[in-house]
């Protein structure tokens, strides 16, 4: 059972430019979290998916920034018009349910490290 | 919005010595969990603990729901140097998300 699959796992946009950030969450999984994560601090909380549905995007930016989760295939983060503030590692997790009951926990991807140059 | 203070920020122990450190909340949480990143590479999951007051060991790690549920803290004995990371804690409070916190970096000395 491979895990939680993000890619590209580097990423290097102008300004300007957009950025597509995949995950394939783990099999039989059908929750997906994005996480951002700047230099020497913890992962800061962006969107919550389930199939077809944004549940909760309290974390992300209001402008530029979108999220989707389609019935088929992965989930995808979308930065449009990167600035050098988006900089940063980009990680995705997915559970088979909710977090909150027992032994229903998180598995994060190996990140995908955005640089705009 | 919840913020969960970790500590300390960093440690510089040597090899065979016990680690301690902690996460403390603001607001309840009811669910904590340690996760350890491993530089370029996503947190991997140590424990997870459900109920307040819960105890739970995984190999040489010990970490504990505290009774408050403001708080958490996590023991690793016998130190090697493959303990070297982030530490990691987190917790579920309202709504289906975790919550980090700021980390703390662990070096072993050999």
């Known amino acids: 059972n491979a895990g939680v699959m993000q890619n590209p796992r580097h990423l290097v946009r102008r300004r300007g430019q957009e950025a597509r950030l995949r995950c394939s969450p783990m099999?039989?999984?059908?929750?997906v979290y994005w996480y951002r994560q700047l230099p020497e601090e913890g992962l800061k909380f962006m969107v919550y998916l389930q199939k077809e549905n944004i549940i909760d995007e309290s974390g992300m930016p209001k402008e530029r920034f979108s999220a989707e989760f389609p019935k088929e295939g992965p989930s995808i983060l979308r930065i449009q018009q990167v600035v050098r503030g988006d900089s940063a590692a980009y990680f995705c997790a997915s559970s088979p349910s909710y977090l909150q009951r027992p032994n229903t926990e998180a598995f994060f991807g190996q990140g995908t490290r955005l640089t705009v140059v | 919005g919840q913020q969960l203070n970790q500590s300390p920020q960093s440690m510089f122990i040597q090899e065979g010595e016990d680690v301690s450190m902690n996460c403390t909340s603001s607001?309840?949480?009811?669910?904590w969990l340690w996760y350890k990143q491993d530089p370029g590479e996503g947190p991997v999951l140590l424990i997870a603990?459900?109920?307040?007051?819960e105890l739970t060991s995984n190999g040489r790690l010990t970490a504990q729901f505290g009774i408050t549920r403001k708080d958490s803290f996590l023991n690793i004995s016998a130190s090697i140097p493959s303990d070297v990371g982030i530490y990691f804690c987190a917790g579920t409070g309202g709504g289906n998300k975790l919550t980090f916190g700021t980390g703390t970096q662990l070096k072993v000395e050999l």
């Open positions: 099999k039989g999984h059908s929750h």
């Open positions: 607001s309840i949480f009811n669910t």
């Open positions: 603990l459900y109920k307040a007051g």
